[in-house]
């Protein structure tokens, strides 16, 4: 028998080409009758990616109040400032369009306009150690719809949002349950310009949560182990495919549910080490959160295999599966060779030196990464020296 299991499920979703066409529509539903606030970047607008959002907006009779300056990694101060703006916009609901930075930003935003008129996004951050303001419940938080434009954060789907606070240079999470978006228009329509190089890092990002979610410690919501395998699948099928062929419309397609299947999978099993260290070399360095992920993946994995042989096993058979496996040993070994090539056939470094990050910044790297949470739902326990010789070996 297992222990009771909590599930974390999505909003309501809609997935397929054509869904953000309904984004009007579902604000209506969701009882805009004035104006919605439209989280966004200045990348997104550039792409085109804005204007049928804004034509949907519109046929509905909404008005549209616009922030498109969240930065890569979105901050606690443009966190601020965009708040700020939907507080005095007098907008009814947020709709968040982009990758995991937009989408998050606006997940901060709905806390913050739920919040007291004191509050501060910095107050939120899930930190070891640290005391967090409480969130505000759903029916203080206005409501939001998402609109992912990559296939890597399944932030769509997912209770929580990653900041950047630039004073102390940490990337910390915030959220939970409540903030989880009310509805997600999945479109992978959205994604057939994205480049090759974010595809390749997206999509990494999306296998490093299935991954991660399958080998965590919270393995009680035991139903989530044939769709986190089914994830694993179609990236190992699908990855090289859309970075080869961006307009590939199939391949597209498999990613993006690909990436929401693992924000499911995240919601209920939470997620390991590597992004604890992902986090800090987007936080310090700077680097793409999905590129962090990869240069770290395949390290953190060849530490972790003895916490959970059996299921780094099964990660090497989903994603590159062969008709004669070996030892579970050898399987498990066979996933982190299978990651590695995985990389470079989507040509994405495999070195930290190759990002701009320096020796001299990875001993700060470390000390920040042992005080991010996800690091507790690991399947071998880590510490603060270990993952110090983790950035080195990986330097």
Not at 289 to 305: E, I, K
């Amino acid at each position: 028998m297992t222990a009771v299991a909590t599930y974390y499920w999505p909003g309501q979703t809609q997935f397929g080409y054509g869904a953000a066409n309904l984004v009007g529509a579902e604000a209506k539903n969701l009882g805009a009758t004035k104006k919605v606030f439209v989280v966004t970047d200045a990348g997104i607008v550039a792409a085109g990616l804005l204007q049928p959002v804004l034509d949907s907006l519109v046929a509905a009779g909404l008005e549209v109040e616009l922030f498109d300056q969240t930065p890569p990694n979105p901050t606690t101060t443009a966190v601020d400032s965009a708040a700020a703006q939907f507080k005095e916009s007098g907008s009814e609901l947020i709709i968040a369009l982009g990758g995991g930075s937009p989408i998050d930003a606006a997940k901060a935003v709905r806390i913050l306009a739920g919040g007291p008129v004191e509050a501060r996004c910095a107050e939120y951050a899930l930190l070891l150690g640290d005391a967090v303001r409480p969130l505000p419940t759903v029916p203080q938080m206005p409501p939001m719809i998402a609109i992912p434009t990559t296939a890597g954060t399944g932030a769509e789907v997912t209770p929580w949002g990653v900041i950047t606070d630039e004073v102390r240079k940490l990337k910390m999470g915030m959220g939970g349950p409540a903030t989880t978006p009310t509805v997600a228009l999945i479109d992978p329509a959205m994604t057939l310009t994205l480049p090759p190089h974010l595809t390749a890092a997206t999509g990494m990002d999306a296998l490093t949560h299935l991954i991660e979610a399958y080998v965590s410690t919270n393995t009680a919501p035991i139903a989530l182990d044939a769709p986190i395998l089914d994830g694993i699948g179609r990236i190992g099928r699908f990855l090289r495919l859309a970075v080869a062929q961006p307009g590939h419309q199939q391949a597209r397609e498999e990613m993006m549910l690909a990436s929401m299947l693992g924000g499911i999978a995240i919601s209920s099993r939470w997620l390991g080490a590597t992004h604890s260290l992902a986090h800090q070399l987007s936080g310090i360095a700077h680097v793409h959160h999905g590129l962090a992920c990869a240069l770290m993946l395949p390290a953190q994995m060849q530490f972790s295999l003895p916490g959970a042989l059996a299921r780094y096993a099964q990660v090497a058979q989903a994603l590159d599966p062969i008709p004669v496996p070996g030892s579970v040993r050898q399987e498990a070994e066979r996933g982190v060779t299978a990651v590695r090539q995985l990389m470079i056939d989507i040509d994405l470094p495999l070195r930290l030196r190759d990002v701009g990050v320096t020796e001299a910044m990875i001993p700060e790297l470390a000390d920040n990464a042992i005080i991010d949470l996800n690091w507790t739902t690991n399947p071998r326990a880590i510490t603060r020296d270990q993952m110090e010789a983790l950035y080195r070996e990986t330097y």
